[in-house]
């Protein structure tokens, strides 16, 4: 019966170190960290190295449950899995213990916070797009295609969006979007 740990950050600039070192005074035998999002579990190989590495009595360990995820689905399919696995999840700054009704049930109240706080973050964020717009400071995501570039491949090298693309590193698609738009 072994005990994992499991750390993550959202960005790069954030730091894993603090779980880290809660996780192995936990006692975790194995720790493994990324820096992902944790509002899906799409791109966090370290999560799912350690649920496939998983067995009946082994423990998945967390400092805190929006450290493993940010929505109630992907938690509550996390912890399907664990349970079809015969382990459980533990947190160390929560009473989380999924072995018991009641830290199921604490487990699944701060899923939901969790889910609630990112999307207010996500509807602040939307408000403050939109402020910026009213005001004109807000512009938008700069180019990554310049068009007059495109133009001249398409017309004086009279190269097909195939070649554009390879050329200028982007996808084929967005050659025919901005071909298209008549952004070129």
């Keep these: 019966m072994a005990i994992y740990g499991y750390a993550r950050a959202s960005t790069t600039d954030q730091d894993v170190t603090i779980q ?3 996780l192995l005074r936990a006692g975790c035998d194995v720790i493994r960290s990324e820096k992902a999002s944790g509002t899906t579990r799409a791109g966090r190989s370290e999560l799912s190295l350690l649920l496939q590495f998983l067995h009946p009595g082994d423990t998945l360990m967390v400092t805190r449950i929006d450290r493993l995820a940010r929505s109630i689905r992907d938690l509550q399919d996390i912890v399907h899995e664990l349970r079809v696995k015969g382990a459980v999840l533990k947190a160390t700054e929560q009473p989380i213990d999924t072995a018991t009704a009641a ?7 701060l899923g ?3 889910e609630f706080e990112t999307n207010l973050r996500r509807e602040r964020q939307m408000e403050g797009i939109a402020q910026a717009k009213a005001k004109g400071v807000y512009k938008g995501r700069k180019r990554s295609i310049d068009p007059a570039e495109v133009r001249r491949l398409k017309e004086q090298e009279r190269l ?3 070649a ?5 590193g982007i996808g084929r698609a967005s050659v025919y979007r901005a071909l298209a738009a008549g952004d070129v």
């Design 20 to 22: 880290e070192q809660a």
């Design 103 to 109: 830290g199921k049930a604490f487990l699944d109240m």
């Design 112 to 114: 939901v916070f969790a």
């Design 160 to 162: 097909g969006a195939t």
């Design 164 to 168: 554009i693309a390879e050329r200028l």
